[in-house]
């Protein structure tokens, strides 16, 4: 990856931050951006320390006409982009009908049409030099649907047909690449920063990924590209709990998110950072890998493996 040009979008904290870093130690020359310039600049400063040229752009993915200034900016910086990680994501959860409709917008906006403003910007780019990476995170969440979180699950869905679609037009260019990734439950400042409506703290059930395990995949996918990369057993688990019987499987999430909503301390009720940046830089780390989860049993994920498993049973015996 040396000398060449990565562009990072939600750099600014988690999945994006520690993938600035892992690009930055490869030798890549890096564009980041997200909304808050001040956080931007201590990611860009930490990745200029660590021997990376380094331009940092303050811009909203919701805003095509600002991502396709940020894709021009870019090109200028480094004389073209072989890599754009589309990363930014964010969340609502709460009872659908409890959620504001504007909450459920600005989370398609985020999600699906903000990637889509980034694809739209550098595919003519890709295109013009014939080659080029478009990194696309997603979730566990592009495979199962998360009650309680339907906007966030309407916004993944979305953006796995949204990929499939751009590798079906991309056919004849063999040196383009659209690559999907789909981790598991990720320790970042995400939960802490989505938009909470529920009334109850929020967590992730163990296992949870550290985000730099996520950024040393998508560094792989720069230098070795394929379409689809899951990390960690949970994705593949829920994966395939879906595809035998989907209703069991989003019963199960629903019954075991309806629990632990029943259990969880009070917590008040915010919008989040959905439609201003953190008040605070996150960093990388969520603080979610606590001993007592990372000694846990993988809860949900191992539950829904086995429910599969019954499902296929009960079938053969229909």
Not at 24 to 42: C, E, I, K, Y
Not at 71 to 100: C, K, L, Y
Request: charged residues 15%; glycine residues 12%.
């Amino acid at each position: 990856m040396r000398g060449s040009t990565v562009v990072v979008t939600g750099a600014s904290s988690g999945i994006g931050q520690a993938t600035a870093e892992a690009f930055a130690r490869a030798g890549a020359r890096l564009v980041l951006v997200a909304r808050d310039q001040g956080a931007l600049d201590a990611v860009a400063d930490t990745c200029r320390d660590l021997g990376a040229g380094t331009l940092a752009l303050a811009a909203d993915v919701t805003d095509a006409l600002a991502m396709a200034e940020v894709a021009r900016q870019a090109t200028d910086f480094g004389g073209g982009i072989e890599v754009w990680v589309s990363n930014v994501g964010t969340g609502a959860v709460g009872a659908f009908h409890e959620v504001p409709i504007k909450a459920h917008e600005q989370v398609i906006k985020a999600n699906l049409i903000g990637h889509m403003n980034d694809a739209h910007a550098v595919l003519p780019i890709f295109l013009q030099q014939g080659h080029g990476v478009f990194v696309n995170m997603i979730s566990l969440g592009g495979f199962a649907a998360a009650p309680f979180a339907a906007a966030y699950s309407a916004s993944k869905f979305g953006l796995r047909g949204f990929s499939e679609a751009l590798r079906g037009e991309l056919i004849h260019h063999k040196d383009i690449h659209v690559c999907d990734v789909y981790p598991s439950f990720v320790d970042t400042p995400g939960i802490a920063h989505g938009a909470n409506y529920t009334g109850k703290e929020l967590s992730a059930p163990p296992p949870v990924l550290d985000a730099r395990r996520v950024a040393d995949a998508i560094l792989r996918l720069a230098r070795h590209p394929k379409p689809t990369t899951m990390i960690g057993a949970p994705t593949a688990l829920i994966r395939l709990g879906h595809a035998i019987s989907p209703g069991l499987t989003t019963r199960a999430i629903a019954l075991f998110l309806e629990s632990y909503f029943r259990r969880a301390p009070r917590a008040p009720i915010d919008s989040g950072t959905l439609f201003q940046p953190p008040r605070q830089p996150g960093g990388i780390d969520g603080g979610l890998r606590s001993p007592a989860q990372r000694t846990g049993v993988a809860g949900v994920a191992l539950g829904l493996g086995a429910l599969a498993v019954v499902a296929v049973a009960l079938r053969g015996r229909r």
